[in-house]
């Protein structure tokens, strides 16, 4: 076994410096050491449900960057010292009709997580990116185009591939109306993709007070939700609405806005909702949802990016600060993505 240092829950609102276990290399793996790990909601969530009682370890981070440090002998995509980027899906069965149409994301047995998965091989508990070194199959790494930030590019591989996803599966580009609903970590980088596609972008935000913010981003305009005649008027405008709210709410005011035949795309909120289905029959509008990307479609969105100058809007930590960020991102004070320096790891 190999042996890295990282952070690894020692109960919900905790976390603590520990010596990990990595695997040896396999013949199809990469070792890489983590340069910087994108802190997301979905590390809030895994710590909150973490209990005494938990048997499992949990090391969270599942966007991260860094570089190769050793290869398998089948490797022959990677070398040492090459930059790479992993995501939050680290393996699937290959063989399935979702896997053999290059959505891994969708795999009938379920993709394995970056960190709280079962490795198909030898069942341990996959451990994520707040740590100095991850192994990884090589055909789940994916090199880092040279134009990206490594930094900014980490939440590309969660955050980044989620609104992704969405926006090439319905066809957004030149001629497109998107909006998107909540601009936050997803939100912000929904706004860029889309303006980059060459779709005209909205903003959909509780109050006025992110207009030149969405602006800066790229977006065309900004709706405000609580203004009822805002809404009004915007009704049955977008082709495209890219629903990135983390809470649950209300999906009605949001289904109005969607032009006929157009679609309302779940991406933040994933529990239980409640439609009515005149509001889908009116306009024949669509609800749908998405969650991260396989592997075509997530090489395709970092090579977009880089030719589009499309990065996070980020805070770095040092990674000893990790219990910082977490609080932080639970009141919503970053604008957009919290990634963390791994190098004080050594």
């Known amino acids: 076994m190999r042996t890295t240092t990282g952070w690894q829950a020692a109960g919900p609102t905790e976390l603590r410096r520990a010596s990990l276990e990595r695997r040896d290399l396999r013949p199809d793996d990469i070792a890489v050491q983590v340069h910087y790990c994108g802190v997301c909601h979905t590390d809030l969530h895994a710590l909150h449900a973490y209990g005494q009682h938990t048997k499992a370890p949990l090391v969270p981070g599942h966007e991260f960057t860094g570089v190769v440090t050793g290869t398998g002998p089948e490797v022959t995509t990677f070398s040492v010292g090459d930059h790479v980027a992993v995501g939050n899906i680290i393996d699937s069965c290959g063989v399935c009709a979702m896997c053999e149409a290059g959505q891994e994301n969708f795999c009938h047995s379920f993709p394995t997580l970056t960190y709280g998965g079962t490795d198909r091989l030898d069942g341990s508990t996959t451990l994520g990116g707040y740590s100095r070194e991850y192994v990884v199959r090589d055909t789940f790494a994916y090199p880092l185009p040279s134009g990206l930030d490594p930094a900014a590019a980490a939440p590309l591989m969660c955050a980044g591939i989620t609104v992704w996803e969405p926006l090439r599966s319905l066809g957004v580009g030149p001629g497109s109306r998107v ?168």
Not at 323 to 338: E, G, I, K
């Open 179 to 346: 909006a998107v609903a909540g601009l936050g970590g997803l939100g912000h980088l929904a706004v860029k993709m889309a303006v980059a596609l060459g779709a005209t972008t909205t903003v959909i935000s509780r109050t006025q007070d992110k207009r030149n913010d969405a602006r800066k981003l790229g977006a065309h305009d900004l709706i405000a939700s609580t203004d009822t005649q805002q809404m009004a008027t915007a009704r049955d405008t977008f082709d495209v609405v890219i629903d990135t709210i983390s809470a649950p709410h209300d999906l009605a005011p949001y289904l109005k806005l969607v032009a006929m035949d157009g679609t309302l795309s779940l991406l933040g909120y994933l529990g239980p909702v409640t439609v009515e289905a005149t509001d889908l029959l009116i306009g024949r509008k669509k609800l749908s949802s998405a969650g991260s990307g396989g592997r075509l479609a997530t090489a395709e969105m970092l090579q977009f990016c880089a030719d589009n100058s499309i990065a996070a809007d980020i805070e770095v930590l040092p990674s000893s600060q990790v219990d910082t960020a977490l609080d932080r991102l639970r009141r919503n004070d970053v604008r957009y993505r919290f990634v963390l320096d791994m190098s004080d790891l050594d």
